[in-house]
């Protein structure tokens, strides 16, 4: 069975969205840890966690993947900026446990013309000094787009990241479609390349989820502006190889799509019925 869902609003619980994710024929959906812009994340409801445990067990939802805001600038020239990137994601990894062994997924940061050596070895330092041996989420680094200084828009970079992590099965990668292709990545034509590539560079048995979603833009743009599946320059076509490659087929598929509700049902409907059982 496909692995699939969509991201959904935190605001009203876990038990709403995952009364939501069902309603929509999904099995998994990502969240914000807290409002994007970063603020103080609202105390934790105990049980409304315990119901949705409950809830996601019965109903056999699999992976869920968290998301940092995507203000947090781990790598930035501001020491101010940086702790605050630092105790954010610490803030939510302890928060994280109380769902434990799922995935928190963060976008490295921009080096805010430090450079990329600079910025990689900022973005190493806050992950080891952020990273457990107890915890039991698994951190993901998201490939981006490379817009402006963004680090890890490509294979490259991240695997330079991972190369400084002392806990190393605490880490992992998030491929998102839309940024891989923005990045130069030709995963329409040439899928089996690119998975080569990333195998070959970071190791597929990192790969821990997909942010599938269409771009509006053509390759190598580095926009990073989301389109609607099959309404971009990606098309369903190639989307249709990437959810049924073998490498990649087993993984949690999440829509970071434009959409309300109706929209991503529609858009799951349409991925369950290209996927091949
Ligand atoms: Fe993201
Ligand atoms: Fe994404
Ligand atoms: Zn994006």
Known sequence: MMNIGCHLSVAKGFMAMGRDALAINANTFQFFTRNPRGSKAKDLNR????????????????TLLAHAPYTLNPCSADQKTRDF???TMRDDLARMEFLPGNLYNFHPGSHVGQGEDVGIALIIAQLNTLLTQQQTTTVLLET??????E???????????LDGVVLQEKIGVCLDTCHVHDAGYDIVNDLDGVLSEFEEIIGLDRLRAIHLNDSMNPRGSRKDRHARIGHGHIGLEAISRIINHPRLRHLPFLLETPNELPGYAE????????YRE
């Open 47 to 62: 049980p409304d966690i315990a119901a949705f445990l409950e809830f996601a067990a019965e109903n056999h939802f699999t």
């Open 85 to 87: 990137a630092l105790e």
């Open 144 to 149: 981006m787009a490379g817009k402006g200084s």
């Open 151 to 161: 680090i890890g828009r490509s294979f490259q970079e991240l695997r330079r990241i």
């Open 267 to 274: 858009e799951i409907a349409l991925l369950r019925g290209a």
